[in-house]
């Protein structure tokens, strides 16, 4: 006698009415199952694709790192580095830590005179910066390091030096002033309650 519950009139709606099986009798698989995302490449059992697992994680270029792990692709290579004072040394850079600590070889200080178009070199050797000071660092195309923008010109350290030194006194005095009328207007200068030595 035929199951009531298994008649086609008796099935819920929006769903195909059930089928009776016999024991050790499978289900037809004939299409891939709906929560899969994709379909399977030709050829793949679709259920092979449901126990390959998640897909592998994609892994971060060099350029994601911000810590001084970064630093690993320009070691031996010549940098530029600009310090918060101002100061621009160029050298190969030899060694690094974790707080961003540079060791720099063959290190040249290079002073600039804008209002001039002056700079000179200056010889510093084996150089140790501390990481906090960075301000800016870069790798130098060696194809272009002995190319001058045309304005500047080679000139005695002593003379870029005494030039930089009256530029810098200038500029400090400005600054000065223009600290003095934010701190009328209100604003609070860049060092307010420091002690700068």
């Known amino acids: 006698m035929a199951d009531p519950r298994l008649s086609s009139s008796n099935h819920a709606p929006g769903f195909p009415p059930a089928t009776r099986l016999e024991p050790g009798q499978l289900i037809p698989f004939d299409q891939p199952q709906q929560h899969m995302n994709h379909p399977p490449p030709p050829g793949m059992n ?4 449901m126990q390959q697992g998640p897909p592998p994680i994609p892994q971060l270029p060099p350029q994601m790192f911000t810590t001084a792990a970064q630093l690993l692709d320009l070691t031996d290579k010549k940098l530029m580095v600009v310090l918060r004072d101002g100061r621009k040394l160029i050298g190969v850079l030899r060694s690094w830590d974790q707080f961003g600590n540079l060791v720099m070889q063959d290190t040249v200080e290079r002073l600039f005179v804008p209002k001039e178009f002056l700079y000179a070199d200056i010889e510093r050797g084996l150089f140790l910066v501390r990481g906090e000071n960075v301000s800016l660092l870069g790798e130098i195309d060696l194809d272009k390091d002995d190319y001058i923008p045309p304005p500047y010109q080679l000139a005695p350290v002593e003379k870029v030096f005494a030039l930089k ?5 200038e500029n400090k005095k400005s600054e000065k002033l223009k600290q003095k009328r934010l701190a009328k207007e209100g604003f609070e200068g860049e060092h307010a309650g420091e002690a700068i030595l």
């Not at 679709?46 to 694709?49: A, E, V």
């Not at 030194?165 to 006194?169: P, W």
């Open 46 to 49: 679709p259920m092979m694709q």
């Open 165 to 169: 030194k009256a530029d810098d006194v």
